[in-house]
């Protein structure tokens, strides 16, 4: 993909100075680019590296767009420019209507002319496949499972039966969707499994990481509103909710029934009890442990990071004897202020 | 599947309350049944729920009969024969023996007329597949694998070679049992790989939650016991043993040589070291770092809740200072002796 | 695979005491050895089991070979000895070149003769397959991907496409390599994925664990040295680079942009944060948070080791409170000084 800066600024909405006839066909950091690539400028710090890119273009803000030798497009939000322009110069490959032959759909399956399923992907009774999908190789798509419009399965997805995709979803190799969750009740010491009959549903504009899990609800959904952006390694409970757009990193895990609002990030590696509630536009700080539920905005965080590992030996040795040292503090306090007041009475 | 009241109640042992001839056909929620579903209440923060309640009938105990409207059974245990009940309203889906035409089965595999073979599963030589098992799409059965009677592999099981599973286990996508663990010599700055010749071993009525891995034993065998439950995400370290109806919440790690006791439940992404022992009934909270052993029954746990970020960024500056911190109060304590003594000795 | 033990002597240059005819087949631990098996003593607390073994060998070091009443293999580090020794009686099964029928290859992938490529698994357009490479069953080698002589994926591989894969990998089931990475810019509240077009990079004798991801790099490349280890579960993040033979235990996560040096060691359920700098030489243990840069080698703790739930809650309710009574404490040695200076006036 080849386009002139020109086009370019017009489709990304950037003001073009310099030559707008300069052709760019990738994107590159700003210290790796060569000719022909599109380079952006994010980050103040990384201002020096403008004067020797070599770059074809540089995207930046309105305050770099003088140090840049070469032509620019200057933008309020460089890095939302960059991946606007990113995508065009490296669009996904168009999807091409089909069944590959070595497939396994049922008849009953239903399956858009224009929706591609991929080699050695299984398609059961009744699953209903959009319009431009993509189902990429090795996939396995349950009994009455639905794949909204302009979906991408990259490769060896798994969704069980029943489970629900809304329309421009991402799920990478690897994630299962709508398993039956985890729930039992207890006889003496025996595990009774307890039927999981809702589903999983996913809005518009999902992403899934390789090898996420999101279980199906035990009685009722599991529900992932538009937008919501799931890493790799994620764990989501039976009849989790989670709110439009917002993000988790890697390795987090959700348990069963936490509803989570909308525009909250959840860094890598957090862990949440179940059945709390959490607000709007809250964040978790990276390995967060959430044991309440927390209905105010803000910033949140926990654990104790990496120190040399004598010092974390003697100051854990410490942690288990805090209750006793805050009572000694308190014991001092107490034996001092009896003490002033004994001195103010011989004083006095 | 639908049940008169009267067929249902004598099948789960509960005593009804009510018009035996009213049918239900599907579980749900108190405040979210309909006419025909069977809902239960199991807390008795729920019990107003009750009267406005739409269900056909409600499971409860003795002492919340009185003030409910429609139909009840009476349990002593509402949640277990709610569990019993559901599975009864929402049988799995009945076992038709064969193979389907796309599975590539080594002609040396035994596979019983009962157990069915899903689409474009692998099964390899010597592989025995008892009676009623079902093996679902995409799976891989490795060499000398056996599935005892009645087990039920969801879709993209990898069972590797030599691995031994129970009878009515579940094992759902994504799961891998018997990879060759993580064992290696060194030798200067190269590892040298150790092979793995021990096999997973997993008893009868073993869940395996999506995603997670049991390695294999170095020498010997890794054993899961009966009736243990893991979630998704789990790592079992080669050489690991876990004893009877033992249950683990997602993302948690268990690494090579520990050995867990019966009846014990290990909440979600709890890790614990290689070559603990840990006793029967002991149970650990969610994200606890299990760093020794543990042989006396009880509750366990670590780790620090989350908080507004300010604050924890302070209580974490004091926590590197603990060990200082603990040795200040001491000579606090010490001086107030002192100074106590000397105080004594001038009043004197 | 028999043996006898002059000829294994010679192979792992070991030097032997004893009767060279013997013949071993398999390896066991010392106390469940049998007639045929070599056995090694690694750590000395486990010498007193040597006078009962029914090993027909076992491997130890000087010190220890007089106690041992059967044939001895005496080496200077008799774990990598044992290692060599096992590698020799328990080889892989040789590689038969070929394609399974049921494979699904695309016409312009390259696939060396003498390699194998299993059932079920797909081969993509213009993937090169060295030679001696064993591709197991339910692989998806995507398009344009290469791996190198002698490598060996078990089964149930993802390699996305653009992957390179050294020669000698080992790769375990459910492992995703070159997932596009977890890239967005924000607009307003919704997320704008960034294209990820740099590749996964894997140098020679790469280990994978199963169901452990690699994302390709965002620009640029994700890099894995020579040698590197990783078990389970792990997550590595796009555009990480991973020195030569560092090694890491399940469960870990590893955010975008981090580097680590070579020949560390990195404890299982380990969190990075991203754009670290990690030296050589350096090693986590387990469940550490690692939330800044470490430049010098040593050994880097974090976290609270379990204890019983009680007295967790009272010391977790302090640490709350740390920062409060690190000032209280301050203030008590304030008004100790100052009524130690008290008295000093009045008594002078």
């Known amino acids: 993909m080849e386009i002139n800066l020109t086009e370019l600024a017009a489709r990304v909405g950037a003001s073009l100075r310099g030559d707008g006839d300069v052709l760019v066909s990738r994107v590159a950091q700003l210290n790796q680019a060569a000719e022909g690539t599109l380079s952006f400028l994010g980050d103040a710090k990384y201002r020096a590296r403008l004067a020797e890119t070599r770059a074809s273009a540089v995207i930046l803000s309105e305050a770099d767009a003088d140090q840049c030798p070469v032509p620019v497009l200057v933008s309020k939000n460089p890095y939302l420019t960059f991946a606007e322009a990113a995508r065009i110069l490296h669009p996904p490959a168009p999807v091409v209507g089909g069944v590959h032959p070595s497939a396994a759909v049922d008849p009953s399956a239903r399956i858009d002319p224009t929706a591609w399923v991929g080699p050695l992907t299984v398609v059961e009774a009744d699953a209903v496949i959009g319009a431009g999908v993509f189902v990429g190789p090795s996939c396995v798509i349950g009994q009455g499972v639905r794949i909204g419009e302009d979906s991408r399965l990259v490769a060896r997805v798994t969704l069980c039966a029943g489970t629900q995709v809304g329309r421009r979803a991402l799920l990478h190799p690897g994630a299962v969707i709508g398993r039956e969750g985890f729930g039992f009740a207890r006889d003496g010491e025996r595990w009774v499994r307890i039927p999981q009959i809702g589903r999983a549903v996913l809005g518009d504009d999902v992403e899934i990481g390789a090898n996420t899990c999101v279980d199906r609800g035990a009685i009722g959904d599991t529900v992932l509103g538009d937008g ?6 994620i764990q989501i409970g039976h009849n989790v909710e989670i709110g439009d757009n917002t993000a988790m990193a890697a390795n987090t895990g959700i348990s069963g029934s936490t509803r989570i609002g909308r525009n909250c990030t959840i860094a890598g590696a957090v862990g949440m009890a179940g059945h709390l509630e959490i607000a709007d536009n809250v964040h978790f700080t990276g390995m967060a442990m959430v044991t309440k539920s927390f209905l105010e905005p ?23 004897q805090l209750d006793e040292l805050a009572r000694r503090l308190k014991q001092l306090e107490t034996s001092l202020e009896i003490m002033n007041q004994a001195q103010g009475r011989e004083e006095s």
Request: no cysteine; proline share 7%.
């Open 298 to 320: 803000g910033v949140y965080s926990s654990g104790i990071p990496a120190m040399p590992s004598g010092a974390w030996r003697r100051n854990v040795a410490r942690f288990r």
């Open 228 to 233: 919501v952006k799931l890493d790799n390694h």
